[in-house]
């Protein structure tokens, strides 16, 4: 009996975890450049996302390259949804307080 073929399905989810991470990026750089002068805090809020991110980043590749692509369960393993989960929680708290206090 064969294994089945995964085809382009882990190459698709290793480019949409990193999409959300270039976008939470993206967003820890705004935070970043709004503090600028400003307040401590917000730059404070955006060096915390620009961290968070890379490491979120960093965690997906890893674990692509560890399983070599095949193993797609282990891109969508409950503990890097829930770390995705809670860092656009998180970042989403982060923007609305950066909003308020504009």
């Known amino acids: 009996m064969s294994t089945p073929d995964p085809g382009r399905q882990p190459e698709r989810t290793l480019l949409a975890w990193r999409r959300t991470t270039?976008?939470?990026?993206a967003n820890g750089a705004l935070l970043l450049?709004?503090?600028?002068?400003?307040?401590?805090?917000?730059?404070?809020?955006?060096i915390v996302v620009l961290v968070l991110s890379l490491a979120c980043w960093a965690v997906v590749s890893a674990v692509y390259r560890r399983t070599k692509g095949g193993a797609i369960q282990a891109l969508g393993h409950q503990h890097l949804l829930r770390l995705a989960a809670g860092l656009v929680l998180v970042v989403g708290i982060f923007d609305l307080y950066a909003v308020v206090t504009r």
């Open 22 to 25: 270039l976008g939470l990026i």
């Open 33 to 46: 450049a709004s503090g600028h002068g400003t307040s401590d805090v917000r730059t404070g809020l955006g």
